[in-house]
């Protein structure tokens, strides 16, 4: 982490803690999921350091971030993330977020069409009706009460029995960001998400969904986005689950630099 710096960003009343990695380079910015924060991001922005300047920020709620009574629906992450666009004075970043930070990212773009140059969603919360319901009834919320009891390296004792093929350090960054998520960060999943439909047919800049094999966005959803949204491209992900780029970070890694190098040749031609 040579070099890399961290700051707060003042923005819709709270403070939104970020990691950046400098240069007079592109920016991409990096949104994490439920129960992560932004040094969760750390290998994938080691690869993309050299050609940007990678931003990630904690979502409200959790890591270093503030930690309001409410204001946790999708749009309030998504003028989070926009505040901080403009705050930094950022020209066109590239926005990249997996699971809640991947529905963020598809409500910033479909919002704001002008204030990004890319878009890239890892296995977003593009879930059913039912499903949502199904997911906010569920225990999630008191097993993260319980696990906030644990100590760090109980909690990474146990992630390294679940995920035997996930480097230790992606399992302790995780560990980490665990500890310091609160629980009015589950909040998020108690109110009516954003219809995903209506969000990717607004988005108009180019776009890369990547799904695995394992994941929340089966290869149907990811088929009909396309075919709603032509300037869609998919990609997935084989042997990873939900957390595609903590269970593959090299082909996920190479996957999006793909994605990147084709987006910047087409702004040259």
């Given amino acids: 982490m ?12 709270i403070q939104i803690y970020y990691t950046r990695t400098g240069g007079s380079k592109p920016h991409i910015i990096m949104l994490h999921g439920l ?18 300047d990678v931003i990630m920020p904690d979502a409200r709620g959790h890591g270093k971030s503030s930690v309001p009574d ?28 997996h699971s809640m930070g991947g529905m963020t ?15 890239i969603l890892a296995d977003p919360t593009f879930i ?14 008191n097993q993260h009460r319980r696990i906030l009891n644990k100590s760090l390296d109980e909690i990474v004792e146990e ?23 609160s629980m009015n960060a589950f909040d ?9 439909i209506e969000l990717v047919r607004a988005i108009e800049v180019p776009s890369l969904l990547v799904t695995s094999d394992a994941g929340v966005v089966s290869l149907s959803v990811a088929e009909e986005l396309q075919r709603l949204n032509p300037g869609f491209q998919v990609e997935q992900i084989s042997k990873a689950g939900h957390g595609l780029h903590f269970d593959q970070p090299e082909k996920f890694a190479a996957v999006v630099k793909s994605f990147l190098r084709s987006i910047s040749k087409e702004n040259r031609l």
């Fill in 105 to 119: 990212a598809a409500v910033v773009a479909s919002h704001n069409p002008k204030l990004l140059g890319g878009l």
């Fill in 35 to 52: 129960i992560a924060n932004g040094a969760c991001w750390t290998t994938q922005a080691h690869a993309l350091e050299g050609e940007y």
């Fill in 2 to 13: 040579t070099g890399w710096s961290t700051a707060f960003c003042e923005t819709n009343g």
């Fill in 188 to 196: 998020v999943l108690s109110q009516p998400y954003p219809d995903y």
């Fill in 128 to 141: 059913s009706p039912k499903v949502q319901h199904e997911v906010r009834d569920s225990d999630i919320a």
């Fill in 70 to 97: 409410y204001g946790y629906r999708y749009e309030d992450h998504a003028n989070d993330v926009a505040g901080l666009i403009k705050t930094l004075e950022l020209n066109a970043p590239i926005l990249m977020g």
């Fill in 159 to 181: 992630a390294r029995i679940r995920h035997p093929d996930r480097s230790l350090d992606i399992i302790e960054q995780n560990a980490r960001a665990r500890l310091q998520t």
